[in-house]
């Protein structure tokens, strides 16, 4: 994927974890909740990805 698009993707898991969270926190579901933390973090994940994509590319057209 580009960096754009993992940018995006890890905005969106993000977002849809930390709402995941809240529920499961507000219904009383740590499964819910765990759930939604492994959301945010793989959102996270992805969205250093994208950054590191997208420095590596300025690097090298740098070069």
């Known amino acids: 994927?580009?960096?754009?698009?993992?940018r995006i993707k890890g905005a969106v898991d993000t977002a849809v974890g930390k709402a995941k969270e809240k529920v499961g926190h507000a219904i009383g579901s740590d499964k819910?909740?765990?759930?939604?933390?492994?959301?945010?973090?793989?959102?996270?994940?992805?969205?250093?990805?994208?950054?590191a994509k997208s420095g590596l590319k300025k690097g090298i057209d740098r070069i």
């Open 32 to 51: 819910l909740q765990a759930k939604g933390v492994a959301q945010i973090l793989k959102g996270k994940a992805e969205t250093g990805m994208g950054k």
């Open 1 to 6: 994927m580009g960096s754009n698009t993992d």
